[in-house]
DNA sequence: CGAGGGTTTGAATTAGATCAACTCTCGTGG
DNA sequence: CCACGAGAGTTGATCTAATTCAAACCCTCG
C-alpha cells in the first residue's frame, strides 16, 4: 500500500515520524511546495501522519475545524447532507489534494476515506500563525483556493444545466484529466462507488449506470470492471462535455 | 442613484477622482477594509472607478484576466455558457462584493451588469505586486475566498439534490440574508429577472414563476410586484431550505 | 394605442427518478 | 468444494417533477 516501502533507501522509520516532510512523496505536488528547507523543518515539527481506514470518517460538517489536511495517498470524499439524508458530494480529493480551505471555525462538510488513505495533519491554529513568517504559504493557498472556486464554478454549471451522459462524460474526463490519463487507450481510475458517483453528479445510481452502457454502447468507452474506465475515444467524450 | 449626491459634505470631484477611497462609500465592508491608511493612498492611485449600465459586459469568460473588481454599488451576474446558449449564473454580487478571486491568467466566467452599477477597477498585475507589502489585503483574500467556497457548496446541494421549491426558498433566504433583512415581515429585493433566477437555480423560468405561486399560495411570502418578495414566514422558509 | 419585454398559467411531453427484479463478485463457513 | 449471503451493479417497467410548448396577461414607453 505505501509507496513507502518501496523506496530504495527510505530513511529510518524515527527519521520519518520526526522529520516526515522531507521524505515525503507528494511534497512537490502539494502546497508544500510553496516551503523552503528552514520552513519545511518548522512545519515538520507540527504535522503528524495518519492512515484512515476505507469508510473512515476525517471529520463531519458541523464539527470544530481544528484542523487541516493533506492527502498524502488514497482518495476521500467531501460531502454534504439534507437532514432527510440527500447527499451531495461536493468534491473528491486524492494524493497531494489539500483539504481545508473551506471553513470557518467549523467545518462546511463532512469528509471520509474512499479507500485507505493517509492525510497529513496540520493543526489549524498553529498553521495560521505560520502565515506570517511565511508569505509564500498562504499566496499558494490562495492560489489553490481560486483553482477549488474555478472547479466549483464548473460543477455548478454541470449540475444546473447539464444532461446525464454529458455529467459523466464530464465527470470521467475530469478525473482522466487529474490523473494525467486523457487521451484514447487511457485507462482512468474509479476508486469510487457509483452511488458516489450519483451523489457527486445529481443523479441517482440507475442513472449513472445506464449512463455507463450508453457510452460502452456509442463506442465511447470500456468498463472493464467498475472501477476502472478505457477511454476509446476521448475526443468524442470531450465533445459531450460541452456539447450543444 | 448614486449615494454621492446625498452625503453633506462629499469631497469635490476633483479630489474624489485623485483619491476616490477615502470617501468610499462600501470601504468598510470590502476588502479595502483590510488596508490602513497609507497603504489606502498607494491603493488609490491604482484604482478607477466606473459606471456600468444595466446589461453591459464588464468582462467575458475567456478574456485576458487583467483586472478585478469591488462593486460599489448595483448588482452584478457571473455566469457561465454551454456552446448552444445552456446557462449557468454561478453568482450574483452587490456592493462591497469583489469578484476576482476565481480566475488564472483568464476569466472563467462572464460578468454582466444586471442594473446600474459602479465598479471599482483594480488592474491585476499591480495589485499582485502589492501582496509582498500588504500581507493582510492577502489574507483578507484567503478569507473571502474560502466563504465564496462554502457558498459554492451550498449551491452544489441546491443544484444536486433539491427540490424547485427548496431551491426557490433557500435562494429567497440567502438573498434576504445578504441584505440584513430575513425576519417575517422583511422585504427582499430581486434586481434580476425571473430568467436569471432560473439560471442561477438550474431551473426554467416557468417552473420558477411556478415556484413564487406556490409560495405564495402557502402563505410563505407576497410579491407586490416582480422585482421584490415580503417574506410572510421567515421560519417555514427556512424550513423548506432544509426539509426532509 | 400598440409593441415588446417580462411574467404567469395551462396542457402536453420527457428526462430522470422510483420501484422491482436479477446478476456478479467475493468472502465465509459447513 | 460448494452453498450461502451481502454488497455492488445492471436492466426493465412505471411514474413524476420539471420541461416544453402555447397562450394570455401584464407593464412601461414611444
Redesign the interface.
Known sequence: MSRFQILPDAAPSQSAELMPCAACDVRELSICSALRGPELDRIAALVSRSPVGAGQTLFQEGDEANAVYNIIEGAVR?F?L???????I?GFLFASDFIG????DRY??SAEAITGTVVCRFPRVKLESL??EM?RL??R??RQ??????A??????L????TAVERLASFLMALAQRQGRAKTGDTVDLPMTRTDIA????LTIETVSRGFTRLRKDGLIETPDSHSAVLRDAEGLRALT???
Do not use: V
Request: no cysteine; aromatic share 6%; net charge negative.
Open positions: 467531501l454534504k439534507l437532514p432527510d439524508g440527500r447527499r451531495q461536493t480551505l473551506a471553513l470557518k462546511a462538510y502565515f506570517e508569505p498562504e499566496n493557498l490562495l483556493a481560486s483553482n477549488e472556486l474555478i466549483a464554478q464548473d460543477q455548478m454549471l449540475l444546473g444545466r447539464k451523489d457527486y453528479l445529481g460541452e456539447s450543444g
